[in-house]
């Protein structure tokens, strides 16, 4: 398309007095159409999370909040991408008004062995068996493909090394660590027994 993307940071666009998310976001609306860019909402089931029932005062004016939004997106002039990992989230008003939704799934096995190859370098010392066993077993999005390389490559550099097998093993325990589920890796001698 030849525009410019920008994000807008929710950090330093929601804020807790009243008034000051939507004049935040009007600003960057307005920003975008003047300046014929592509806006980028990214987790924006943060901004676009469903209406609650009215119980108290923070309900009323996060449903004031949810609705300037609902109506500045019905007269913007503009593209605005909105990324959500909860897409369920998000009020059903603003599903309306997307003109498209694109779900993304995560990498099968090969796309998953191509994106380790690609964070893990030409330098690393790491097995084919084991990128291999990785990519068929550990069912991870480019993102935590992306942590575990990166985590490995920290752990190489720690230990003053290449990144080798070893700290390859640990990154992908940490990030399933993380996620609270078992690392379904073959143990390291299971391995050995099928080179």
Do not use: W
Not at 76 to 93: H, K, P
């Amino acid at each position: 398309m030849g525009k410019d993307l920008y994000r807008i940071d929710l950090s330093a666009t929601v804020n807790k007095y009243i008034g000051e998310t939507e004049k935040a976001l009007e600003r960057a609306l307005s920003a975008a159409e003047e300046l014929d860019i592509v806006l980028l909402l990214d987790e924006g089931d943060a901004l676009m999370a469903r209406r609650t029932d009215v119980g108290t005062s923070n309900d009323r004016y996060a449903n004031l909040e949810t609705n300037f939004l609902l109506q500045r997106i019905e007269s913007f002039g503009g593209i605005l991408l909105v990324t959500s990992n909860d897409a369920e989230r998000i009020d059903q008003a603003f599903s309306r008004r997307m003109d498209a939704s694109i779900i993304l799934r995560p990498p099968d096995q090969v796309r998953r062995e191509a994106i380790l190859h690609s964070h893990l370098g030409d330098d690393a010392e790491v097995s084919d068996a084991l990128i291999r066993d990785i990519a068929c077993r550990c069912a991870l999005t480019g993102g935590q493909i992306r942590n575990v390389a990166l985590h490995a490559q920290l752990l190489a550099l720690d230990s003053t090394s290449l990144l080798s097998d070893s700290a390859l093993r640990q990154a992908i325990e940490r990030e399933y660590r993380k996620t609270g589920t078992p690392c379904p890796l073959r143990s390291e001698r299971t391995l050995a027994a099928v080179r």
